[in-house]
């Protein structure tokens, strides 16, 4: 017999994941001047879990504060920090990335961390330094976080619905790894993304689970074509391509919306940021260094068609982060993570550590105003993971997180679940009412590269320096892409 489905009272959600921030940098001053209005569980902190105050790093033995963004950037105000920060749990040629983010200080680690080594989220400032990169900043730009006012439309969500302060991505590294957590519940022991990003994760995801085991539609809805004519998600995670779902381009999703058919699950990838060497093509997902603006525009444009679609009254709308990108925050993750499939991954790292605090937001008539979540009381994990979306997501259907009919990893089924933070009926009839500041796209290459895969469009960045070249190399592959694909990567 199957369980009784969790949230009756939610028919309808839509699923977004952005891309590469951290919960301090985006939000970590959301409650600074006022109180949230609910706490979830009961009993918990009545405070907010932003940046401390005294939050520093330290850099050749002085420290240095977490601060706001400075509002005198002009056209640069949306490019923060300017660079990219190192997002891998380790780069190529040392120890830089997220475990020397978490586990150095004023000087970089040298080697995987024993296993129940404190993280004292103090490497941050030196991470960035070792890159090397020019800098007018002097580095300090990854110091600096971003206050509700220079971010106004998810500060306003957040503080309208509802926002997780215990929210750690699945794995300290980068975006396929966390992305693959959340889809199938196991990055299969690849500790960082390939060396290009194009990858497949074979198996089952929460999706194929949902329309086969819980009769829910679902849709996937896209931006940009990544390679092979699909989307990043759908190629990515190849389970996905025959699974009964409908998918198409965010103007089929907008389309939905008004008509009021909308599948059961939507899930919603953004337009992809990618910058190297100071060339930036610019996305929607709030990726490093790329403008935030877009995103924020990107984020209210959803929400008001989410507002104007009749199925709003039913739905739950949720914006989430695959991982923190480089970027501050001052939670240490923990220990105890189960490793979903017994697979070690480089230096014997047993995916037994978590990553760093996203955000969490969820927007719904049935989450009370100015809300605070975290774990429910007596939960396995002191906070979410990304295994959480589908320990939920199954729950809502009605299916058993413990059967043994599909394989979702070991962790999903002891992740906490969020289903408790909604309420059975109507408590909230919020309307966001946030304008995004102006912004500035002049750095932009994206217009040359229409019609061009963007996985082809980043090795394009990475291979040629200059613009002319990079335009050369786009006129090439539109002219005829398999075989512009086929020398890609390759020694010039």
Known sequence: MSPQPVMPQVKTIVFLMLENRSLDNLLGWLYSQIKPGYIYPSGSSPNYDGIPFGASQPLQGLDYPIVTRPDNL????GYVPY???????????????????????SREIGGMPATGTPAGMRGFFQDYY???????YGWKDILWTFTPQQLPVINRLAQLYGISDAWHCSVPTQTNPNRAYSLIGTSQGRNNNSWNAEETYPGKTFMNVLAEQGNKSWGLYYFDIWKDSMCFTEYTFPALQNAGGDIGTMERFYALARSNQLPNFVYLEPQWGYSVGGNITQGNDYHPPTNVYPGEQFLRDVINRLYDCPQWDEMLFIVTFDEHGGTYDHRPPTWNAINPDNKNGDYGFGFNLFGARVPTLLISPFIKPGTVFRAPAGSNYPFYDH??????????????????????????????HFDD?????????AKLDAE????????DLRPIFEGVGFASVRRIMDDYKTVEEMKAAADEYRANPAAFEAKLGQPR
């Open 74 to 77: 002009g056209s640069y105000a």
């Open 83 to 105: 660079w990219d920060p190192t997002e891998a749990m380790y780069s190529d040629v040392d120890w830089r990335g997220v475990l020397n983010q978490m586990f150095g200080a």
């Open 130 to 136: 070792e890159q090397d990169i020019p800098q007018g």
């Open 387 to 416: 295994t959480s979306f589908i320990n939920t997501f199954l729950r809502w259907a009605g299916i058993d997180v413990n059967s043994t009919a599909f394989n979702l990893g070991k962790r999903m089924p002891k992740a906490p």
């Open 421 to 429: 933070v909604l309420f059975p009926t109507h408590v909230n009839d």
């Open 436 to 443: 995004v500041p102006e912004y500035d796209t002049s750095r």
